[in-house]
Every structure is written in structure tokens, then in C-alpha cells.
Nanobody, 123 residues
Framework: VQLQASGGGLVQTGGSLRLSCAAS????????VGWFRRAPGKTREFVAA????????YYADSVKGRFTISRDIAERTLYLQMNSLKPEDTAVYYC?????????????????WGQGTQVTVSS
């Protein structure tokens, strides 16, 4: 499975962005897809995840109520709608996919990773 993330950019505090992650290859093997982010000087952290078939969602507390994860199975694309953005949301955002039925909120189970897209929120 290959993942290609896009949609990052520069936005002011309170603004919105929509990230996309196009999947190719054997997507029928996927169980969970998600987004992680790495802020400058910090370790990569979980943002949101969704089960590919059933659409169950998981969110980090820091983004609940502001971010929405979704997927389009027919288009094989994962999305992250980010609203009410804050400077602390500034990071490189990575999409990831897991085919192993692992815990969706940690990195270890994810087999496949996209290249990352930069999100910068100015104050």
C-alpha cells in the first residue's frame, strides 16, 4: 500500500484546512487508517484514526471537536478536516495505514506511512 498526503499549507489562527491522503495498492487489506503529526522539537503523536470498513473514529483529546476524520472507500482517500486551528497545531502531518488490527492510537501497528505534509498556523 502506498500513501500520498496533500493539502497542507499556511493558515491563520482560527482558520481551516483539509488534508487528503490518497491510497493505492492493496487497500482491501487495511483495517485502520489515521493521521499523526510531528511538531518541531517533539516526537510524533497520534491525531485521529478511522477504521476503513466500518468508519469507527478515534481522536486525540487535543483535537476533539475541531478535527474530523473521514474516508471515501470508493476513492480510496482519507481526509482530515481541521477547523479552529491553533498555533500548537503546527506540525508535519503524516497519514498511516494498519493492516494488523492493532491499537489505532499508537504508531507501532501502522505498516504504511505517507511522506508528510506541512501545516503551519500563524498567530
Amino acid at each position: 500500500v502506498q500513501l500520498q498526503a496533500s493539502g497542507g499549507g499556511l493558515v491563520q489562527t482560527g482558520g481551516s484546512l483539509r488534508l487528503s491522503c490518497a491510497a493505492s495498492g492493496r487497500t482491501s487489506s487495511l483495517y485502520t487508517v489515521g493521521w499523526f503529526r510531528r511538531a518541531p522539537g517533539k516526537t510524533r503523536e497520534f491525531v485521529a484514526a478511522i477504521t476503513w470498513t466500518y468508519g469507527s473514529t478515534y481522536y486525540a483529546d487535543s483535537v476533539k471537536g475541531r478535527f474530523t476524520i473521514s474516508r471515501d472507500i470508493a476513492e480510496r482517500t482519507l481526509y482530515l478536516q481541521m477547523n479552529s486551528l491553533k498555533p500548537e497545531d503546527t506540525a508535519v502531518y503524516y497519514c498511516a495505514a494498519d493492516s494488523s488490527l492493532g491499537i489505532p492510537t499508537i504508531e507501532a501497528p501502522y505498516d504504511y506511512w505517507g511522506q508528510g505534509t506541512q501545516v503551519t498556523v500563524s498567530s
